[in-house]
């Protein structure tokens, strides 16, 4: 794929107005910030190479490490209520799919896709402060796999077994 800022249509970039955000396949408006981070741990191993060098590197373990959503309140309290009936009762025990998409309305602009896999919120933070600032919510989202463009961290050989 050719490097984007090659040619650039209007002088557009992604921003945040370039963000669409879906719940399990609803669009949601209220979300303010989202923020993930996704690793595979490997191992350097060493054995008898008489020059030091290692011979590899384990295939490693993947995982998000890290993914918050912060969200108006209303807005989170709307999802916390829909989560609830899906956790019968416990909008922690509720999986879900959160998924957003960045795309800009100019032709042979490319969009970037990113899903996150079997999603539950996992811990709620809340802050209320005198000033001029809308009151929001910050769930911190336990996630088990994060796709951008289909692309993945993880090894998909290893996956399907090959």
């Given at each position: ?29 209220g ?9 595979r ?9 008489q ?8 295939s ?24 609830s ?56 989202i ?12 993880w ?8």
């Open positions: 794929m050719p490097d984007p800022n090659i040619i650039r249509i209007n002088h557009t970039i992604f921003s945040w107005t370039s963000c669409a955000f879906q719940i399990n396949g609803e669009p949601w408006k979300i303010v910030e989202v923020n993930w981070e996704q690793k741990e490997r191992k350097v191993v060493y054995a008898a190479n020059d030091g060098t290692p011979l590899g590197k384990t490693g373990k993947y995982s998000v490490t890290g993914f918050t959503l912060k969200m108006l309140r209303d807005s989170a309290e709307a999802l916390k209520l829909e989560l009936a899906l956790g019968l009762g416990s909008y922690g025990d509720a999986e879900f799919v959160f998924s957003g998409q960045m795309i800009e309305p100019v032709v042979g602009s490319v969009p970037i896709t990113f899903i996150g896999e079997t999603c539950t919120i996992d811990g709620e933070k809340e802050g209320h402060a005198e000033g001029v600032d809308e009151l929001v919510t910050e769930f911190e336990g996630c088990l796999a994060f796709t951008s463009n289909g692309l993945r961290l090894s998909v050989t290893r996956e399907i077994g090959l």
